[in-house]
């Protein structure tokens, strides 16, 4: 195949590329968007364990600072605990990251086309990622370090969490109920507060995103663009090696097709004829530089147009690739202009312009120069001579080419068949040549055997009914495999579970990512929750004694757990509505068969969870403290 021609293909380890090729501010700040969102969630859930670690020790903190322990000192206490819980997580953390990703890594090259698997075990890997992790530690714990360096020994004595200033002066008295309460105690610390619902609904989004990314896959855009027909069948070479160029040896015979029919259940067929013979049309020179420039640089384009031959006219020679389409393929054609009624005509000398189109289906208007109604001359050459471009000297035939001489080739035996450019279209990438380089056309089936002397089909494509479908596909992988091995075939089918994989892959990484993120707010929420009630033991248990029962006490610490919950909610709604659209407008950059559509079954889902741990650990948490009596509670330091 020349060097002038690009094969077309799928491999997600390119997807970066893609995203390089489009990119734009929006989907810069989108994807810088979501990952930030991973590290601040993660930042925030070590930051709160710091916090509401200290907040239960802050009086342990005043007493060291009443035996003369500085502030500098008090941090570094902070600090040295954080780096000895960093020693121990930290390991066990690579250890288990190493072996998740190493069950996921063949997961997911498994859908990467020519990349082995390979769970590497670089130090560098584990170094950075075990720094990254230091240096999140470290941040995370610097502002409770502070906190417990400025408390008073006074106030760390009498702290109890979230103390605020009451301002009595012209305050109006309110009904006090278990509600009102747990409101206002929610209120005393709205920093913890602030903290523990934003990592909870970060959680919460992280999970609706994952959710949201592998739902929108799109499996009709997907196969769609593989495939127009529910099976079609060719040699095997051209769907092995798609860049190999179409030959007279790579045909569908007759026999095959007959066999098919024979299996029954087809509502649908129809050909697609391959060209295996020269045909050239003339075109200028800035045209003819548009269409190669991709592939050349300026020098050797230069030399290209000087070994290129020209007509009488002065227009260059250019390859071009011819299809002729029975009604069944053309069907499957989209126009952009005109009509192709006039191609289903036997005989007739209509012809379709084919123009390339991106992976979201959008044609390139420049990518041909055939415009409705134009006349497009094709030569069908049948013998050519090979000459000195600067010369003229005629060498004959490319045998008799002097060693090492430049030569240009022209034909000297033709046929000039003129044709009405009827249609616009682009061709589904299934019925194309799978490749690309010269400009395209397509004819009638008859119109195209008649006037390029070949009859050579290079696809034969067909409909099934629902209720053979499966029966055809056994048939055609037993017959492919063990009957006639030089054959192959597509289906929908076989896309449909490519598809299907790729989607789990995603499902399988996002779904790890949320567990392991919702696992951890989860922990991080129970660990807020119980540490305030624990941090208030001694006041709860100053409530009981002027006349608050158990049971009020209970619906107190519930309703605070459910208002973390419905906070979290609320904020991961807002956020998810919000910035929903606008991190998945990076997503369709990245993947064109993706279609956003918001979806809040784990929002749905997750939500209560929260809400009944919210309820559950205040209430199983109090009844545990009620097994002491009130008087043991007020003498706990």
Known sequence: ???????????????????????????????????????????????????????????????????????????????????????????????????????????????????????????????????????????????????????????????????????????????????????????????????????????????????????????????????????????????????????????????????????????????VYGQTSQALEYITEDYFRQIHERFYSPEQMDNLIRLTARNEEGLLAASVQISGMSAFALDHLTVLEGDLSALYEPGSRAIAAVYSEDDYGNADLDSHWAKLGDTATLRYVEETECYDPDTGEVYGSYEDVPDGADYAERPVEYRDVEYTVAALVTVPSALSYRYYGSDEFILNDQTFVQDTGTDSIMYYAFDTSDETNAAMETFLADYTENVNPELDYESKATYAGEFEGMRSMFLLLGGALSFIVGLVGVLNFFNAVLTGIISRRRELAVLQTVGMTGRQLRAMLACEGLLYALGAAGLALLLTVVLGPAAFRAVEGLFWFFTYHLELTPFLLVIPLFALLGVGIPILTSRASEKHTVVERLRED
């Open 1 to 271: 195949m020349g060097d002038n021609y690009i094969d077309t293909g799928v491999n997600w380890g390119y997807t970066g590329a893609r995203l390089s090729d489009s990119i734009d501010p929006s989907v810069v700040i989108a994807i810088v968007a979501m990952a930030l969102l991973i590290i601040f969630t993660g930042y925030l859930i070590i930051y709160n364990v710091f916090q509401t670690s200290v907040a239960g020790d802050i009086r342990f903190y005043g007493l060291l600072k009443t035996i003369g322990t500085t502030p500098r000192q008090l941090r570094r206490i902070i600090r040295l605990q954080a780096l000895v819980l960093s020693a121990a997580g930290i390991p066990v953390g690579l250890v288990i990251g190493w072996f998740i990703g190493g069950q996921l890594t063949p997961v997911i090259v498994s859908r990467l086309n020519g990349v082995m698997p390979l769970t590497s075990v670089n130090p560098l890997i584990f170094v950075i990622a075990a720094l990254f992790a230091l240096f999140t530690v470290l941040l995370s714990c610097r502002r409770p370090g502070r906190m417990a360096a400025k408390v008073s020994p006074v106030e760390a004595v009498r702290y109890t969490e979230g103390q605020v200033k009451t301002r009595t002066k012209g305050r109006r008295a309110r009904k006090v109920n278990p509600f009102t309460m747990a409101w206002a105690n929610l209120g005393r610390n709205k920093g913890k507060t602030t903290v523990t619902i934003l990592a909870l609904s970060l959680a919460v989004v992280l999970l609706t995103v994952t959710v949201n990314f592998t739902g929108g896959f799109d499996m009709d855009k997907y196969v769609s663009s593989f495939t127009a027909s529910d099976f079609i069948v060719a040699d095997a070479a051209k769907f092995q090696t798609s860049s190999l160029i179409f030959a007279d040896d790579m045909d569908v015979p007759q026999s095959a097709m007959d066999e098919i029919r024979a299996q029954g259940g087809i509502t649908g067929e129809g050909v």
